[in-house]
């Protein structure tokens, strides 16, 4: 399916990757792709972004929706740790400036497609793969040989019970109505 993707939708899926990772999930969700659609530009950003959507606004809502992983080294750890001499603070501040932010998140699994990639991929969750497929059937029903961007946003919107499209009908934007907006902006483009 990976090779029917355009540059664009191909951006997409590694920006959602680089999402999951910067928000140190160790999963891809509808979520990260739709806050990838939104940093990338282009049609969908903009369809979003007339919609009151904005990336930055994306970003606020997974992080208040989803937060970040529980650190393994809690108060009482780290009080337990100082108790016997150690700077759990110096020790992680030094990690990660040695060896970078993540230095102390696990890497994801490798598996299929991924094996490739150096990036430390996450794995997609059972809906972001459902969005995949979707945006290829969108694809498909509109008679485009490929499947960009904007098939990505139908699929999540298609999907329907996912965090992007939850994000999306909490910020006030009608799916008929941002459904219809892609549409339109494809036919402009064909």
Known sequence: MFEHFSAGARQAVQGANDEARRLRHGH?????????????GGTVS????????????????????????????????????ESIG????FIRARLEETF????LTPP????????????????FTPRAKKVLLLGLRES???GHGHIGPEHLLLG???????????????????????RR???????RAA
Do not use: Y
């Open 28 to 40: 891809i969700g509808t979520e990260h792709l739709l806050l990838a659609l939104a940093r990338a």
């Open 46 to 81: 903009a369809a979003l972004t007339r919609g009151g959507l904005t990336a930055d606004r994306v970003d606020a809502e997974i992080r208040r929706r989803v937060g970040a992983p529980k650190d393994p080294f809690d108060a009482e750890a780290e009080a337990a740790l």
């Open 86 to 89: 150690i700077d759990l603070s």
């Open 100 to 103: 970078g932010p993540d230095a």
């Open 108 to 123: 994801a699994r490798r598996r299929g497609l991924w094996r490739r990639c150096p990036e430390d991929p996450r794995p």
């Open 140 to 142: 498909r029903q509109l």
């Open 156 to 178: 999540i919107l298609r999907e329907g019970e996912g965090l992007g499209v939850r994000i999306v009908t909490d910020a006030g934007l009608n799916l008929a109505d941002l």
């Open 181 to 187: 907006d892609i549409i339109d902006e494809l036919g």
